[in-house]
């Protein structure tokens, strides 16, 4: 093996650690936490259909080109880009890809520590039995609390960020390797007791045909470009996350009792860490809207969506503390894992300039505490503040989830089609059926560039011109708002008679119906 191919900083032990890491970064927030919250604020079915093709066909040719090109660079992504760019005999200015994934890494990595930190506090709030009985009102209240307060937010968030500051900085092969073995099994198992624990409530079939029911009527400009940064996002791609990991994959595997080596497929690891992500994604949703439904709680009540759903869900279920605790423990870790992905490619490429790990990691560390507190205030002391699409907090996870990812993404691919060398690209990814090369080149030479593009440009016009965009007068869109109200007033009846099925079947049993009828608290079994 030539001696470029030997990664600076480490590698894998095999191609199943490989997979754990990379679910970990790609299982984490966005799926328990942001995508039950966008869909619900873009109309359900639809938006999910579209997020799924994403993942299909563009999320997964652009997972498979990270991989390929940060194992063939053995670098952190900035230096594996320039690294190939030099061999393909191209300028190294593509190398500028990988500096705008370090300024995306740092834009997310200081909301995401601000969110991750409200499930670290619902660790607490869960393990002092916080949410036994509650309603639905005083759940949103008790969230509305800890968003009004900024010093307890503080706390959470430094909490979170010298986490993972802390893992990242020992390097994440060690800790990381031990840590995602055991917590992601564990979450997918919670994940199927909150599902079963939704398919018992009376909103479940509601709450279901809400996320797979495809009404194309709900999905406007703004819908489309939000599936988009979402597939980008779950799979951490766009900023070269999975690249860096990639880095570290080893191109065989030891075949078991002494057995001949393996080549490690790029392209089957990466379906498979798709496929789970979407998984954890679904699954999440299917928890939560039928609590949603059978609550009377509003589909687009936006981030704060999990944290008021599920307390119900522990609040009522036998076991509730246990399972509660369980839960948010396994969601900070899954954040955890994906915000140590967040921080590797920056202090890899920091290492790489001479700096020793332990420093990068403080000083990335602390350039995204710092712009966290933006994110921190921007649910209390600045939350009137609000520019372009709203809050601070809005403006940054717009900007670095919605634009930046894709864009970088779009990049990537263009990289990996048509400036890295071919063969270079053909050799690496080593796939068994060339047919099958030949639709991942395609895909992402021309498509996946295409479709994110025109998605974009769509969208774009959408907000700048709405009403040239629909191309016909006032009145239709007027109609069509009209069309929207009824058929949001037709889920709210919807969702009353639900309300009243339960009320009737249950007088004020298990499931509280409405905010004010349920202050009779209930305490499950087993506590
Ligand atoms: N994929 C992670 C999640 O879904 C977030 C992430 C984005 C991580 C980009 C790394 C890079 O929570």
Not at 340 to 347: C, D, K, N, Q
Not at 396 to 418: K, N, R
Not at 436 to 442: E, G, M, P, T
Request: proline letters at 5%; glycine letters at 12%.
């Amino acid at each position: 093996m030539k001696q470029e191919n030997k990664p600076v900083h480490g590698m894998w032990a095999n191609r199943w650690v490989f997979i754990l890491a990379a679910t970990g970064s790609a299982v984490g927030l966005g799926n328990i936490w942001r995508f039950p919250y966008i869909t619900g604020e873009n109309g359900g079915g639809a938006f999910v259909l579209l997020y799924l093709l994403c993942i299909a066909v563009v999320g997964v040719p652009i997972m498979a080109a990270e991989v390929m090109i940060g194992r063939k660079g053995g670098m952190s992504p900035i230096n594996s880009m320039r690294k190939l760019a030099l061999d393909s005999k191209v300028s190294q200015r593509w190398s500028g890809i990988g500096h705008m994934g370090v300024l995306s890494a740092f834009l997310i990595l200081s909301f995401y520590s601000v969110v991750a930190s409200w499930a670290l506090y619902y660790v607490w709030e869960s393990v002092i039995g916080g949410f036994q009985g509650i309603t639905a009102a005083e759940s949103g209240a008790r969230f509305d609390a800890l968003l009004a307060d900024p010093w307890l937010m503080m706390g959470c968030h430094t909490l979170f960020m010298v986490l993972t500051m802390v893992v990242v900085g020992r390097g994440v092969k060690g800790g990381l390797e031990k840590a995602v073995e055991i917590l992601m099994p564990l979450l997918f198992v919670l994940l199927v007791v909150l599902v079963g624990y939704a398919a018992t409530t009376p909103g479940f079939k509601q709450g279901v045909s809400f996320l797979f029911a495809f009404d194309f009527s709900k999905l406007n400009g703004q819908a489309v470009i939000t599936a988009v940064g979402q597939a980008f996002f779950t799979l951490s791609l766009g900023m070269g996350a999975i690249m860096a990991y990639g880095a570290y994959m080893p191109r065989e595997t030891v075949g078991k009792k002494g057995g001949k080596p393996q080549p490690v497929s790029i392209m089957s690891t990466v379906i498979i860490i798709a496929l789970l992500d979407t998984l954890v994604a679904l699954g999440s949703g299917v928890a939560m809207f039928p609590l949603i439904f059978s609550n009377g709680l509003e589909v687009g009540q936006g981030p704060g969506m999990m944290f008021v759903t599920l307390p119900l869900a522990f609040g009522q279920m036998p076991g509730g503390v246990l399972f509660g605790t369980l839960f948010f423990v396994l969601v900070v870790s899954a954040a955890w894992s994906s915000s140590i992905s967040l921080g590797e490619p920056v202090v890899a490429w920091l290492v790489e300039r001479g700096l020793g790990r332990g420093k990068a990691a403080a000083l990335v560390g602390l350039g995204a505490w710092l712009l966290g507190i933006g994110s921190v205030l921007s649910f209390n002391l600045w939350k009137d503040h609000t520019f372009l699409v709203g809050t601070f907090f809005d403006n940054v996870e717009f900007l670095s989830t919605t634009v930046m990812l894709p864009l970088g993404g779009v990049l990537i691919a263009i990289f990996a089609g048509w400036v890295m060398k071919e063969t270079h690209a053909r050799k690496e990814l080593a796939m068994k059926s060339f047919p099958l090369y030949l639709v991942w080149r395609a895909l992402v030479r021309i498509f996946s560039p295409a479709a994110v593009i025109a998605l974009f440009t769509y969208t774009i016009w959408k907000m700048v011109f709405p009403d040239e965009a629909v191309a016909a007068p006032e009145p239709v869109a007027q109609e069509q708002v009209e069309a929207a109200d009824s058929a949001a007033a037709q889920e709210e009846s919807e969702a009353a008679e639900v309300i009243e099925a339960v009320e009737q079947e249950q007088g004020e049993a298990d499931v509280p119906a409405a905010p004010a009828e349920s202050d009779v608290p209930v305490v499950p079994e087993g506590q």
